[in-house]
């Protein structure tokens, strides 16, 4: 069946740094989607990539779909202490069923 | 942000007890979902529903049971709760957008509970 693998599973990052947090599928997808949990909170939707090399940004957030459409990535310029929280990529089969990765926790050192 | 509820949000229970945890939410959405959650952890599907009278074990095993009766209401029941199920638990519905394909989840906002 369809995987997805984050990496890191961990991220340390200092305040002003950027990172980059990966997400791998074993498969095709249909489309990527992004999600940030802060601590003690809840998965909240950021944004969904369906085509193959798009490119989006929010902000200080740029989101990447691979040209196979089996991976992305998700880099952080400026790190700031509010991104802190644990970033999961959620892929979607053709059947539109959502399979999430493990999660990058970044934890924000000032 | 999507209305979905959940209640309790925070439960601690004797070991045997049959607990049911409530999800509800007011957007119509079809699709409904419980995902378990340990701390700091990775999401795990439980259960899901594409519907009224449709429910569907997720890729974890799990002992407990879901209903799905009304459209905007998702219960999940633990028959006799053990300390193994403490956990949060997530639950969430989505709404598909046409235009784009994309199916966005909404989450509720977990109840965590302690199983003694």
């Known amino acids: 069946g369809q995987q997805v693998m984050q990496i890191p599973q961990y991220q340390h990052v200092q305040e002003g740094e950027d990172f980059t947090t990966y997400c791998n599928s074993s498969?095709?997808?249909?489309?990527i989607q992004w999600y940030k949990q802060r601590p003690g909170g809840h998965p909240v939707f950021l944004i969904q990539?369906?085509?193959?090399?798009e490119v989006k940004k929010q902000k200080r957030l740029t989101f990447q779909f691979g040209e196979a459409k089996k991976n992305s990535s998700l880099h952080i310029t400026a790190t700031q202490t509010t991104d802190v929280g644990t970033y999961f990529c959620?892929?979607?089969?053709?059947?539109?069923?959502?399979?999430f990765g493990a999660g990058t926790q970044v934890v924000v050192t000032p | 942000e999507a209305d979905i509820y959940q209640t309790p949000r925070y439960l601690v229970i004797g070991t045997g007890k049959k607990i049911t945890l409530e999800c509800s939410q007011t957007?119509?959405?079809?699709?409904m979902y419980w995902y378990q959650q340990d701390p700091g952890m990775e999401l795990h599907l439980i259960h899901y529903?594409?519907?009224?009278?449709?429910?569907e074990k997720g890729d974890l095993s799990s002992e407990s049971t879901v209903s799905r009766i009304r459209t905007e209401h998702f219960p999940l029941t633990l028959e006799s709760a053990r300390p193994s199920h403490t956990s949060q638990y997530l639950c969430?519905?989505?709404?598909?957008?046409?235009?784009?394909?994309?199916?966005?989840?909404?989450f509720g906002p977990g109840t965590r509970l302690l199983v003694l």
């Open positions: 969430a519905s989505s709404e598909y957008y046409a235009s784009d394909g994309r199916e966005t989840q909404y």
């Open positions: 498969t095709t997808l249909s489309n």
């Open positions: 990539l369906v085509k193959s090399g």
């Open positions: 959620a892929g979607s089969d053709s059947w539109g069923k959502l399979q």
């Open positions: 957007m119509g959405h079809d699709k």
């Open positions: 529903s594409y519907g009224v009278n449709s429910t």
